[in-house]
Each structure stands twice: as C-alpha cells, then as structure tokens.
C-alpha cells in the first residue's frame, strides 16, 4: 500500500494506446476493479485518432476491432481516402492487408494509431499493431501518421488540459520505449515500473535511461511524493 | 525499340561471358510468355552462359520448369535457381530444425529437412500463413531465441489482377517487433548473385542480370560489380493498367534499360 494518495497533491491523467477497446469500455473496468476514475480523465490514442479523423476531414478505411468502432461512431467511412489500424487481429490477414495495400498504392494516408510492437496478456506476449502499419509503410515506401505513445503530439495533448509544461509532468508505464522514451523525449521525467509488459533488462535499451526504474506503480506514486514535489 | 544506355561505352572493354535472368516478369507474366522472348533466349544462349534466377517461394523448381517448358522456353530444370534453392542450402549448412511458413506447393524443395522442435522460422511467400495467430506463433519463437530467415523480402508482386504484398513486409513486421534482423538470402542479396555465378566461375563484372524489379533484380546485381538491364515490360505489355513508376525512388541507375527482352549484347 503507497504511503499517500498520488491525487491529492498532483494532477494525474490515464494515457493508453489501447485500440481495442472504447474509452467506455476501459472505465468500467477500472471502475470495477476499485479504481476512482472519471472517463474524462482517460485519453486514449483511439480518442487521438478520432480527433485526427475530424479535423483533416479524413474518410477512413477502419482496421479496428468491433469494440473500438464505438469511439468512431458518426464518421464516414464510404469512398475511404485513408487507412486507420488500430489493434485489429481479425483484420491481420493477407486479404484485409492486401485491400489497404491497394488504397494506399491508390494515395490513401496511411495513418496508425499507434506502433506497439507487443502486448501483455496473462498468457504471454502478442504482436501489437505496429509489425503490421511497418509492414504496409516498408511496402508501400511510405511513412505512416502516427498518433499515440510515443509520439510527442500525443503526450504534449494529454498535458495542455493542465497547462502543464513537459518538464513539470511525470510518465509512469510498463512500456520502455513507448512510455518511458516517448515522455523522456518530450521532456518529460520517465519512470519505468516492472510489471506488465516490462522484460529484465528494459531499462538499458533507451538513452537517457528513465529516470527512474521502480517495481511497481504504487512505488512510483510513493517515489514522487518523497522526492519530486 | 528505344533502350537508354548512357553508360555503355564504359563497359565495352570488358567480355561478357553469362547473363541472369528473371523469371515472372521478364520471360513471362503468369501464363503467357513475353513476346519475342523464347526465340530472343535461344539467340542469346548461343554466346553465353545462362541461368534463371528467382525470388519466387510459392512454387517448387519443378512447378516452375513445367511451366516455362509449356510456354515454349528451352529451359533445364537445374538451371533455375531459385531462393527457395537457397534457403534449402542454407538450412542444410547450418543445420537448422525450421518452422517453414510456406505454402504447400513450396514444401517439396524442403523435403528430408527435419521440422521437429524448430529452431529457427523460414518466411516464403506464404498468404495462409500471413495471419495474426500464425504470425504471432512466429514472433515467440523469435524471442525464445530462434533465427529469423527470410527467403527473400520482395515488397510486392504483380499477378494479372494487381499488385499483391510480397513475404518482404511480414518479414519486416517481424523484425520490428522482435528488434532484430533478418537473415535474407533471396534477391537483392550479394551471396544470392554470387552463388548463380559460382558455376561458371565468372567473375561479377562480365555478367549481366536482365530483370523487371529495379531494386531487386538491378539494384542487388550492380551491388555485386554485375551489369543491370531493367526492363519495362509490365508498363508495356499491359499498357495503362498499371502505373508504378513512382512507387518506389530508382536506387540504382540501370547500366542500360530496354522495352523488351535482351536481342544482342
């Protein structure tokens, strides 16, 4: 148990690049497991993407699982003039990958909601969606738009509510590189906690190393409030 | 016919004594031969040395014989050499146990190659295997600490109905999630070149490579000290249907670029 309560002394924000899930659906799992969050709080690189989508007026071919559809609910997707992946397994195959490969041949954009190279679940490690945006950029030749961790848009959107310039703002993730090398980037003081995702010897793979490299979140939370504030 | 060679004369000093040449897209394009073509290899093979070199990983060497023979070309079998003939070499050298993501038709160049406890995976041109659950399969062995062979890592290619992804592009998602690098032994690779050389002991600058992937085929062999001829007969033959120019920037000056299938050298 953390000595304090982390949000009583800072602002705190939940930045995920979950694709397949809506941000409703990741609240109520919070919420469910005790955590006291609002779903205003929880910025999520599908609502990045979505944002994206709106502003550039972008007509989507979506590759995303039916559960992540809900956050695009209201966009055209007909005459499609860009392709968006997202965490999409049943769309990983030669024939989906084929019919983007086409579009973005025909000058779609090719934007990717973010490039996880993998993910943790409790029985084992799974490819993320980002093997799959490097495999359409490497055949196409092309870069693709990316807009969740680590790329500093997404963290420097994540901050503006609070005003909150980068080196006053703490990242705490399981992720070396997306999370931790992502914020440190920006500006921002990273520390690396050794759950999820995380293998031995992370820390060493990104220069600067995090700032700090803890065992888990509530360490962190206590490690902030004893040294940072 | 218009063919550029602003470069030839710097070449004109040295003999050349054999020529690689391509198969899908430059002999042929599926089931039809290239115009001219048959007779044009039977003018050349009266000169040099010849062998057909490539990247294909869908088909056996027999497949590919059957077909060329029944377009009309005067082709032995043993003188394709395909990177699946490579890949076999390689396992066979190294000694690796693969899991082979092939299809089925590719499986025959494998025989005899024990798969049991793999560990090393061996990427072909393989569309049944291109799915999350095999490719995810893929990905854990790869962090268990098997290699990683590409057979070789064509971005795409050209069937009569469009373009489709090549192995390149799902060996490439491997080595992005896994941070490591592929071992390739198909086009453009040096030791493919070398190895198509290697029986006629001639050396690479009085060789040439006639082939249709600019990168590939052209690119690789100017790499190796080779003379590249890029022909353009997907553009022609199949006028205005397909118009990749731009899809990827030219890497390689061709030494010498033709309409159609080489006629005199």
Redesign the interface.
Known sequence: MPKYSLRRKVNVKFVTNTTKESRRVLHERLHSLGFDIEKSEIFTSLSAARSYVDTHKIRPLLMLEKEAMEDFEGVGTSDPNAVVIGLA??C????K??EA??ML?DGSTLIGIHKA??LKKKD?????P???V???E????TQAVVLGKPEKAFFLEALQEFSCPPDQAVMIGDDVIDDVGGAQKCGMLGILVQTGKYRSKDESKIQPAPHLTCPDFPASVDYIIDNLL
């Not at 990983?92 to 024939?95: A, D, H, L, V, W």
């Not at 490497?138 to 030749?141: P, Q």
């Open positions: 397994p049943s990983f195959n030669y024939s990958m084929n490969f086409r041949l190279r993998y084992g490690l799974y490819l993320g980002g093997p799959f490097h495999a359409l490497y055949a196409t030749g």
